[in-house]
Each structure stands twice: as C-alpha cells, then as structure tokens.
C-alpha cells in the first residue's frame, strides 16, 4: 500500500500512468509464477502442457459477460508495461473490440473483486488452465498490541488432477512474500 501511494503521489512527475493494486498482483503472480510450473500449465486430460512464460488472463466484467482477455509474457514486462497493457486489454474487452486471439492462451487467471468490495470468494478454474488467482477486498485488521494494518484475502481454487495441495500452498506461500515485499519483488 505504501509503495501504491509513493507511484501515486509520483506518476504525473515520472510520466507513469496509474498503477493499481491490480496491476502490482498481476506483477507478483507472474514472478512468483515463473517458479511454480505446476500451477502455469494446461490439463488435457491425460497430459500436461506447461508454459515457458507466464500468460496471465484478467476476468474483465463487460456488458456482453465476464471476459477474460491474456496478457502474453507477463513475466517479461516491467510494471509500467504490464499497467498499460492490462488497462489496454481490459478497455477492449470493455468496448467490445477485443481481438479473439487475445481471449485464449492464458496459461493462469487472475480474478480481482476488491472493487466490489467482496471480502471472500471462490473462483472457478478456466479450463484447461489449471488454477486461478481470487483476489478480495482491502480490510483493516487489528494485530495484538492494538495497531491497524490493511490485510487482503487471496483464494486459489486449483485442479487437483494437475496439482497437489503442497505444490499450491508453496505458490501461495510465495506470492504472499512477494506482495508484503514488494519493492524487493521489483528487483526480481
């Protein structure tokens, strides 16, 4: 949240555009991703397909449905990048001009109810991926010793006839790592 207000206060002086919350998760799931090739994988049925780089999907809500369009090598952009390019895609899916080859290929998904203020959820697996990402609302929460910290709610739901629960929980594991650290995940 801190390095979300430092991009914020900056961004016109630095020529950023606005960097999200969202775009910061897509950022850590992709590196944290690129060290999981369990969950960046297809199942198809009697085999595996796993990913060299990381294909996020965004659920989009548009006036036609939830879309899902893909951002190709995640993994490979810099956060400015991935900003611009999930607000591009998004914005098509929005206007309904988004190309087809931009809604397949997703090798993982990533979906954002926050904004809803949505405190749990349970997302459902986009086959043939084989997980997918819920990200919940920003709560307060109180620690022992009386002080408020912000706490987000993440759910992974996952296929268990391509990944165990170990395999899972250690992405997660991860990807909480990289979210509380994240001006040291921009190093990755």
Do not use: W
């Not at 931009?102 to 986009?126: C, H, I, K, R, Y």
């Amino acid at each position: 949240m801190a390095y979300r207000a430092q991009l914020k206060d900056n961004a016109e002086k630095l020529g950023l555009n606005n960097i999200t919350i969202n775009d910061i998760i897509l950022y850590a799931a992709a590196r944290a991703l690129k060290n999981h090739e369990d969950l960046n994988a297809h199942f198809l049925g009697d085999k595996m397909r796993y990913f060299k780089n990381v294909n996020i999907g965004m659920a989009v809500d548009t006036p036609r449905g939830l879309l899902v369009p893909t951002i190709f090598k995640a993994d490979e952009m810099t956060l400015s990048a991935l900003s611009a390019e999930a607000k591009s895609v998004a914005k098509a899916a929005q206007g309904g001009k988004i190309s087809p080859d931009l809604l397949t290929g997703a090798s993982f998904t990533v979906s954002n109810l926050g904004s809803f203020g949505v405190e749990s959820f349970t997302p459902v697996v986009n086959p043939p991926q084989v997980a997918i990402l819920g990200v919940c609302n920003i709560q307060y929460k109180m620690k022992a010793d009386g002080s408020v910290y912000p706490a987000m709610g993440l759910s992974l739901t996952y296929d268990h006839r391509a990944v165990d629960g170990a395999p899972a929980s250690r992405f997660m594991q991860e990807l909480c790592r990289m979210l509380e650290n994240f001006s040291v995940t921009l190093a990755l």
